[in-house]
């Protein structure tokens, strides 16, 4: 079992920046991909960015790619998502999610932080 607290999120103006963390707890944090998901209202959850175990496979959606960065620190369990130049399109709840690098899903979850970006 592993869980996952994110922070990070709030009101930030139209070309702000944020980061948000995903603290993880688990002893073998290295073995597990780690996502970040945001779903506005009336919308489908979407993955913006996800990381490899090693922190060198990383992937970014083409919406945010060139503003939003994914990287991790596997000494502290953390996952960061730094997004920049931030958009009102960007405003959603951001989730992080870890999934064990046997499996196909992304089994854990955090609780949401809420990202809103005013114009």
């Known amino acids: 079992q592993v869980q996952l607290v994110e922070s990070g999120g709030g009101l930030v103006q139209a070309g702000g920046s944020l980061r948000l963390s995903c603290k993880a707890s688990?002893?073998?944090?290295?073995?597990?991909?780690v996502g970040w998901f945001r779903q506005a209202p009336g919308t489908e959850r979407e993955l913006v960015a996800a990381?490899?175990?090693?922190?060198?496979?990383?992937y970014v959606t083409d919406s945010v790619k060139g503003r939003f960065a994914i990287s991790r620190d596997n000494a502290k369990n953390l996952v960061y998502l730094q997004m920049n130049s931030l958009k009102p399109d960007d405003t959603a709840v951001y989730y992080c999610?870890?999934?064990?690098?046997?499996?196909?899903?992304?089994?854990?979850w955090g609780q949401g932080t809420q990202v809103t970006v005013s114009s």
């Open positions: 990381v490899d175990g090693s922190g060198r496979g990383k």
């Open positions: 999610a870890a999934r064990h690098r046997a499996g196909e899903r992304y089994d854990f």
């Open positions: 688990t002893y073998t944090f290295i073995n597990y991909a």
